[in-house]
């Protein structure tokens, strides 16, 4: 529910009448009312062979050796050698390595190690630290150079011919159907040195080593493919505790018969099916909170293979009202709460770049303080399931200032109603937020001005949502450090995402890239980026409206307002300036700009190039090499937004964009005035320009925001939950800080019992 809706008052020292939450303990116990599975074997160990030359992206299933030459290294008391005729080198196939969501073992079979030259010969791996008895060692061999033909190996151990003919693949995606071997050996204390050595001949004349197991089945006597997939955690419980399982048969074992395990620890698994004869089933007890494992065993006869365990989450709405392809970023939900006390940048406990880069695992940061934190340096995210809820600080809240707080890589993180104005007292070339490369991550109702460079930025990134933010003012002539003196630089922001969702934002008086399409070239050298785009608006506009290019962008129902600035007469202009690989293309509709077409007027002429004014989108060619169509009818995917009409949105981003908890501060106040007034109050220093400012002191500098401190009874028992809250969730698959923190979020007021409150609404309803 948001200002443009309703407005709660919230009872101060009453019992608040909210639904409770169903303990998970219910759905824990009815898991461990089954058969346990199996243990798997003690000495199971997986290692990944990870080269320098390869990007530095650990897989959590698997420990990691980083080989640059001969060396050895020890992992669970098992040393591993490794010696070969050569110099050991590496590599990577990034269009697979580097996939956003591994769960295949892309990131395993897509590097390794191999010989430099063809005339190395063999690798020889030597293990010592097993215990005495039989043992088994599967090995990944997949090339990552594109090879045409691999060589084939032949394997000794202990000096015994154990495999020959062995095949490697080239390219290949996943563990399954990657080339690799499996062998079994005999130690006969855990003092043996057992050498392995592959031999290679034919082909490219090379070994290539990705990964190995010890001790684990033959994938041959292993399931395939599993759904949920390893590591995914956006499964759609559909509103129940189920969900359906399914996998392939192994390749090696007729006649095979399935036992299904679950669990919410990978080592205590409870049974689901036994005797299974079919490669489906359902998986029951589950949740939105819970993280999941589970595991399918292969039965042939008397023999039973032990399979892998895969982790999987039910996915959940980040909190009620989020939307796009961020939807459903986990935040911190399940973990700890870790409290920002001091406004002061450092490393400390109580600050909040202790909180975001220093405090480790699931979290959920919660602020006790209020007034102006001045950072020292960039506040980067690089980690995941972190909740950022500025919302929850007393006073006039958090800003922000100095230099920017953003993601960087992030994975399910959540952001809101932040306020980020970094000026210019860093002396630096710096920006304001920003999502680069992060997975799954939403910042919703967040406030960003006075940058230098872009205010916002998400190039590379993947289902990410920004909605109901505020960016205004980015600063136009002042001293970007890439460019010579008097450049005009101030944008708004480039946005990019594989889907990036941008809805509902307010751009007020910036020059240029409001927004611009940075959908750059995917890992094959192909245009990327698909992006929605819908009702937002944009108002006083500079030079430049909305322009640049992506793989697929819908541009749906956004409301450009022309101020004393403004200058083009279209809302997009989709420009062709690289002749790469694939195609750059848009769906255009119910955009308008006032006084030049309207939502019901032609979006798009002769396929973008038949009218270039007064119309929603055009295109701008200059690489001459554009043959294909480049707009259509339809859109390329679904939003998963709640979609208006243009002149609606603008009535609900005027009234609900930018931080407003704790409060709307003054300059944003002043911005949705300006916007719904048409006017502008201040104007650049150096350019002259009308409301689109050089420098902070164009408009007084930073407006005071007074120091706050929670007083202790606020929440006696520091769970990070104010005491007068019942402990509701707010909804079905949250939990109660949640719930608090998310009410947090919404317009509200305290009164006494029996006390009344009068409420400007024309201030939270901007647009009337």
Not at 9 to 21: E, G, K, N, P, Q
Not at 148 to 167: E, F, M, N, Q, R
Not at 233 to 257: C, H, I, K, M
Not at 588 to 609: E, I, K, L, P, R
Request: hydrophobic content about 35%.
């Amino acid at each position: 529910m948001r200002a443009v809706d309703f407005v709660k008052a919230a009872i101060a020292s009453c019992s608040l009448s909210l639904a409770t939450a169903t303990p998970l303990a219910q759905q824990e116990d009815a898991i461990h009312a089954r058969a346990s599975a199996p243990a798997d074997a003690a000495t199971r160990l997986r290692v990944q062979f990870y080269s320098p030359a390869a990007r530095d992206l650990p897989d959590s299933d698997w420990s990691r050796w980083p080989v640059s030459a001969w060396g050895s290294t020890t992992i669970n008391n098992i040393t591993l050698e490794l010696k070969s005729g050569g110099i050991l080198k590496g590599g990577e196939y990034k269009q697979q390595y580097r996939r956003p969501l591994p769960s295949i073992g892309e990131r395993i079979v897509n590097q390794g190690i191999t010989t430099e030259t063809s005339t190395d010969g063999a690798i020889t791996l030597t293990i010592t630290g097993l215990p005495a008895g039989e043992h088994t060692l599967t090995t990944w061999h997949n090339t990552w150079e594109g090879i045409a033909s691999p060589a084939t190996l032949s394997i000794t151990a202990a000096g015994d011919d154990v495999a020959s003919g062995v095949k490697q693949t080239s390219r290949v995606d996943n563990i399954y159907e990657s080339g690799n071997s499996y062998i079994k050996f005999d130690v006969a204390s855990p003092s043996t040195s057992v050498a392995v050595i592959y031999t290679p001949s034919g082909g490219d004349g090379r070994v290539f080593l990705n990964a190995v197991e010890v001790d684990g089945p033959s994938l041959a006597q292993q399931i395939k493919f599993p759904s949920p997939a390893n590591k995914d955690e956006w499964n759609d419980l559909g509103g129940t505790s189920s969900l359906a399982a399914s996998w392939r048969a192994p390749s090696g074992v007729s006649g095979a018969s399935y036992n299904v395990y679950v669990g919410t620890k990978p080592t205590s698994l409870d049974s689901v099916a036994t005797g299974l004869d079919n490669t489906s089933t359902t998986l029951t007890g589950l949740n939105t909170v819970d993280t999941f494992y589970w595991r399918v065993d292969v039965v042939s006869g008397n023999s039973t293979y032990i399979g892998r365990v895969y982790m999987f989450r039910g996915r959940q709405l980040a909190f009620p009202g989020a939307e796009g392809w961020g939807r459903f970023a986990r935040g911190g939900r399940g973990g700890k709460v870790v409290k920002v006390t001091s406004l002061a940048d450092s490393t400390e406990k109580g600050t909040l770049r202790y909180a975001l880069t220093v405090a480790t695992g699931p979290r959920i940061v919660i602020f006790d303080v209020a007034g102006v934190i001045t950072t020292k340096s960039r506040m980067t995210i690089n980690t995941q399931y972190i909740t950022v809820a500025a919302q929850t600080a007393p006073g006039k809240g958090i800003v922000v200032q100095g230099y920017p707080i953003g993601l960087s890589g992030g994975i399910d993180v959540i952001i809101r109603h932040m306020r980020v104005r970094p000026g210019k007292i860093s002396g630096e070339t710096i920006d304001g937020m920003g999502m680069q490369g992060s997975n799954h991550c939403i910042f919703d109702h967040c406030s960003i001005s006075w940058t230098i460079d872009e205010s916002f930025s998400s190039r590379s990134a993947n289902n990410i949502t920004l909605q109901r933010t505020l960016i205004s003012e980015p600063l136009n002539d002042a001293g970007h450090k890439n460019y010579p003196a008097g450049t005009q630089h101030g944008y708004a922001a480039s946005i990019g995402g594989d889907v990036g969702s941008f809805h509902h934002n307010l751009i007020a008086h910036a020059e240029g890239r409001s927004w611009s399409l940075a959908g750059g070239l995917n890992d094959s050298g192909f245009f990327g980026g698909r992006l929605d785009i819908r009702n937002n608006v944009v108002y006083n506009f500079g030079g430049r409206t909305t322009d640049g290019g992506a793989k697929e962008v819908n541009f749906v129902n956004n409301y450009y307002k022309p101020g004393p600035n403004s200058k083009p007469t279209f809302d997009l202009r989709a420009t062709y300036e690289d002749a790469a690989n694939g195609a750059q293309q848009y769906h255009c509709a119910g955009n308008s700009m006032v006084g030049h077409f309207d939502a019901n007027s032609t979006q798009v002429v002769d396929d973008g190039t038949g009218k270039t004014a007064d119309v929603a989108c055009t295109a701008t060619i200059t690489n001459g090499g554009v043959s294909y169509q480049k707009f259509f009818s339809a859109p390329f995917f679904n939003p998963h937004v709640e979609t208006q009409s243009s002149p609606e949105a603008y009535k609900r981003v005027v009234s609900d964009s930018g931080a407003r908890a704790p409060v709307l501060d003054s300059h944003d106040a002043r911005i949705v005035n300006e916007t719904v007034t048409g006017t502008q109050t201040y104007k650049g220093s150096k350019t002259g320009k009308a409301g689109i400012i050089d420098d902070p002191a164009d408009v007084g500098g930073l407006e005071a925001f007074p120091t706050a401190t929670r007083v202790a009874s606020w929440d006696a028992d520091d769970d990070g939950i104010a005491d007068w809250w019942d402990g509701s969730t707010g909804g079905d698959g949250y939990t109660a800080i949640e719930g608090y923190v998310n009410f947090m979020a919404e317009p509200h007021v305290f009164v006494a019992p029996g006390e009344s409150v009068e409420i400007d609404l024309g201030a939270l309803l901007a647009a009337g």
